[in-house]
């Protein structure tokens, strides 16, 4: 045998066996994913939003003074 043939042999064996443990370790980790076991970081979760320091004058719309009502000119 020639030995380009032996190398091409090799080159596709091992080929075959990267590819092999490649696809067992992606399943692993893909079967994983599909529990629902996610305890986030293990911690108390706060869902509250950050507070954005805004620049001066600046205000939110939810922070807009109410108005008061008008008093009638007589």
Known sequence: MSSLFID????ALAYVVLI???????KARFNNRNN??????????DMT?????L???VIWPSD??????PT???
């Not at 939003?49 to 320091?53: A, Q, S, T, V």
């Open 36 to 45: 629902d076991a996610d305890d986030g970081d293990g911690g108390v979760e």
């Open 55 to 57: 620049p001066p004058g």
């Open 64 to 69: 807009v003074p109410k108005r008061k009502t």
């Open 49 to 53: 939003p950050p507070k954005i320091d």
């Open 20 to 26: 092999y443990f490649v696809a067992t370790m992606t």
């Open 72 to 74: 009638p000119m007589l």
């Open 8 to 11: 091409l042999v090799l080159c």
